[in-house]
């Protein structure tokens, strides 16, 4: 054998490597979607079980949204210090587990108490696997790094859509205990299953250039020298406006759609209004961290959030106005999924971009605990309908929210990224 056909034998196996390295974070994703896209689900069963106030079990979303967060730069540096063989397969193995036992303890759950028990659980459990994946895309895909890690973030945008009848379902007919027990053990076993597949990549084994239409730092900053840039942190406020505005939507779906007169409304094949925009909107928001992604490698991150920014903030005007007619809420419920779940793309690329790929894992954790951060917005829409005694209000704040991320990206990101990128 030539030493030509050797190396391309070695770089079609590398390739293969990478594609199978990333399919098995994109479905240990998708184990975990439920546990923030599936909460939604549970709101009114919950609510009407134990005559709970809806803003005291949003809590418990909250709390997991925090917890999902804001302990990944600790996951992320434990990570790297058990080194790239040990690394992922440790830290997604444990994740699978405590995400398991985080909605065991939700099918018992008789206080409030406990069910914030188990949404500390389940969101330590999920951030474990999170940081990870996203941390595994960026290193193996350096190459395509805004498709790698929308693919991976899509997993977990979309995932939730494959489950939301059979939830339902289950919900129905044998209670949400049961829903929370069987769904949560079997995700929790996938999950567990295929964290033994990972690894990161060795020397040689992915392309040493980036995307040439990307610019990228030429070293890697460690996270202590990160959390000293203005770039770092201009990122972290637009995260949280951006993810606060999609959170409210996404934890109160259900209660709008009721509020709204349309949730039980049946509008496709039999399916109601709900069931039909929570597929939908799973399905966008899955969809929406690929193809932004994809769109920002070729024309840029900062083009690329004014123009899903943008869109979103006109989406959630919209909705707000005319969602009370079932197809109408459908279509702009989904066009909110659309451009809000591309945060999960867009920034850790942007990140990884400016900083580099070397600190990774724990450099995009640090970005990521602006989710937890945004957590807390989730029962403020609640506080703030009650306050107005509609939902408009609610959307007026996101639609602002979502705008003044357009401004920042295009003046003041922009010009301070384009900066950091000469010095390198």
Not at 154 to 183: C, E, K, M, N, S
Not at 275 to 293: E, K
Not at 383 to 403: E, S
Request: hydrophobic share 55%; glycine share 10%; aromatic share 12%.
């Amino acid at each position: 054998m030539t030493v030509a056909s050797t190396v391309g034998v070695g770089a079609q196996a590398s390739t293969a490597t990478r594609w199978t390295q990333l399919l098995s974070v994109i479905i240990c994703m998708i184990m975990i979607a439920n546990l923030q896209y599936g909460w939604t689900l549970f709101v009114n069963p919950l609510k009407d079980a134990h005559n709970w106030d809806r803003a005291a079990i949003q809590l418990a979303f909250s709390i997991f949204i925090a917890l999902e967060t804001w302990l990944t730069p600790i996951e992320g540096w434990i990570v790297d210090v058990l080194g790239p063989q040990r690394g992922p397969k440790t830290m997604v193995a444990f994740g699978g587990v405590m995400v398991a036992l985080g909605w065991v303890i939700n099918s018992v759950a008789d206080t409030l108490t406990m069910l914030y028990l188990g949404a500390v659980i389940g969101g330590i459990g999920g951030g474990a696997v999170y940081a990870t994946s996203v941390g595994h895309a960026v290193k193996w895909f350096p190459d395509r790094r805004g498709l790698a890690v929308g693919l991976t973030a899509a997993g977990y945008g979309a995932g939730a859509a494959l489950t939301v009848i059979p939830i339902r379902y289950v919900i129905a007919d044998y209670g949400y205990q049961a829903a929370f027990l069987w769904f949560g053990l079997f995700q929790g076993a996938v999950v567990f299953i295929l964290a033994w597949l990972l690894r990161a990549p060795a020397q040689g084994e992915i392309p040493s250039t980036a995307a040439p239409k990307v610019q990228q730092s030429k070293r890697s900053c460690a996270p202590a020298e990160v959390l000293k840039t203005p770039v770092f942190w201009l990122l972290y406020v637009m995260f949280v406006m951006v993810s606060a505005s999609g959170l409210m939507a996404t934890a109160q779906v259900a209660p709008i759609a009721s509020d709204f007169g349309v949730a039980n409304t049946v509008v496709l094949l039999g399916g109601t209004t709900l069931s039909v925009a929570l597929i939908v909107d799973n399905v966008a928001n899955g969809a929406a961290r690929p193809l932004f992604g994809w769109i920002s490698d070729n024309i840029g991150r900062e083009y690329t959030m004014a123009v899903a920014f943008g869109l979103g903030g006109v989406s959630y005007w919209l909705l707000g106005s005319l969602g009370a007619a079932p197809w109408a809420f459908v279509v702009f419920a989904a066009l909110i999924f659309l451009t809000w779940g591309e945060i999960f793309s867009l920034f850790p690329s942007t990140c990884t971009d400016t900083f580099g790929p070397k600190f990774a894992t724990v450099n995009l954790s640090m970005l990521y605990t602006a989710k937890g951060a945004s957590a807390f917005f989730a029962p403020a829409a609640d506080l703030i309908k009650n306050a107005t005694g509609n939902w408009q209000m609610v959307f007026l704040v996101a639609t602002i929210m979502n705008l003044t991320v357009v401004v920042l990206a295009l003046f003041v990101l922009r010009p301070l990224r384009a900066r950091i990128m000469e010095q390198t």
